[in-house]
Each structure stands twice: as C-alpha cells, then as structure tokens.
C-alpha cells in the first residue's frame, strides 16, 4: 500500500462527457503528479501541484484541467471525453517541491477509464 | 520520439534464467531509476541512480547508470516467478521542476 489513494478505481462513460478523478496524497507528501498510461504511448506526465499551486506541465490536453485542494487532495478534470481518452490515470504524491532531485514518487492504483 | 527507449518491449523467459533489459536515451539525465508495475496496481520504486558509472544492487536486481548518464541497465539473476511486471525506466533532468519522463517498459513473464 503506497498511502495514495484513487477514485474512482473504473469508470466507463460516453464520449462528450465530462468526469472527475480524485487522488488522496500520502500524509505529509505536497507534491501530486497526474499520469495518464495507455498502451501506445506508455506513462505520460500530465501536471504537478506543490501545496495547492501548479508546478510544472506535461502533455496535459487543454479540455483537462485539474487542482489541488488546501487540504491537499487533487482532482483532474476531464471533460469533452473522446475514444482516445480512455487509459490508465495514476495519482503519485512525493515530499519534494521541485528542482533535480531523487526523490521517490508514491503511486496510486489508477483510475481506468473507458470511454465508449 | 520517445525520449527514454526501453528494449525489449517483451521477454517471456522461465524460472532460473538470467535477463538483462536496457533502457537508452540520446539525452542526458541528473538521475534515473527504475519502477516495477504488477497488473492492477501503480509503479513502486526499486532503484535509483545518480553518477555515471554507479551500479546498484537490490538481492538479484543489479542496475547500471552508463558513464554519460544516457543509459541504464537491470539485470536480474536466476529469474522467479514473482518478478514478473512491467519494468520502467524514468529520468529526471536537472531544471526548476521536477518531470519524470518513462520509457514504456518491459514486460517480464517468468514462467515457472
């Protein structure tokens, strides 16, 4: 058990909607990253929040959004759903900020999308 | 262009045997490690290498970091079972964020 934890754990929804992924950080962890896994293109970095605010982007599409919570949960966004979005989403919460670092990232169980 | 190519895709070997994957980049990287996903569940951590050149040792898992800090290896001794997975390689580039960027892995099945 990593102490991040997802919801839902699957999810299946029809193209056009719109759905909300919860993420639950370790305690104590500030740091909460977005992936989005599929077969084709493997884990993709999505976006990361330190303490509430955005730190860094990824390959984030501009119909996802997400944001961290002052109690330090997370939600990504995902609206305007197309085929192409159904993948594998993981939630990782760390300790650390930012910058060069070898810090460990803690993942979650993922929320497997499907979208028909 | 994947930054960060893991080779080979697929190995399906039996209990016993010894196996090397590779994981190799055009870029440089200030750390690299390395991930276990099993089906169902998240990437967890085995290994991570900061200076060129450094190896690591995890019981039968031996990591590699290349000289020029583009390229790492894991090699596993007298496979079991239980180390069946997906393997990732991730890399961490020096910068004001922290952006892990994953190979796509390689799927170990160790037949018993």
């Known amino acids: 058990d990593s102490g991040v934890t997802q919801t839902p754990k699957h999810l299946i929804t029809a193209t056009g909607q719109r759905v909300t992924l919860r993420c639950s950080p370790r305690?104590?962890?500030?740091?909460v990253y977005w992936y989005q896994q599929s077969l084709d293109q493997g884990l993709q970095f999505l976006i990361q929040?330190?303490?509430?605010?955005?730190?860094a982007k990824g390959n984030i599409l501009e119909r996802f959004s997400a944001q961290q919570f002052p109690d330090l949960h997370s939600e990504l966004n995902l609206s305007s759903l197309e085929l192409g979005d159904s993948a594998l989403y993981f939630c990782?919460?760390?300790?650390?900020?930012?910058?060069?670092?070898?810090?460990?990232?803690?993942f979650g169980e993922g929320s497997r999308l499907t979208v028909l | 262009t994947q930054l960060l190519e893991q080779s080979p895709q697929f190995l399906s070997i039996q209990e016993g045997e010894n196996l090397t994957v590779y994981c190799n980049s055009s870029?440089?990287?200030?750390?690299l490690q390395w991930y276990r996903q099993e089906p169902g569940e998240g990437p967890v951590l085995l290994v991570t290498v900061v200076t060129g050149g450094e190896v690591k040792k995890l019981k039968r898992l031996t990591f590699q970091f290349g000289d020029a800090r583009k390229d790492s290896s894991l090699h596993i001794t007298a496979a079991q079972p239980g180390d069946t997975g997906l393997y990732l390689c991730a890399g961490a580039r020096g910068g004001s964020n922290y952006k892990l960027t994953f190979g796509k892995g390689t799927l170990l099945t160790v037949n018993p």
């Open positions: 990782a919460s760390s300790a650390l900020a930012g910058g060069p670092g070898t810090g460990e990232l803690f």
């Open positions: 870029s440089v990287f200030s750390s």
């Open positions: 929040y330190y303490n509430g605010e955005e730190r």
């Open positions: 305690s104590g962890d500030l740091s």
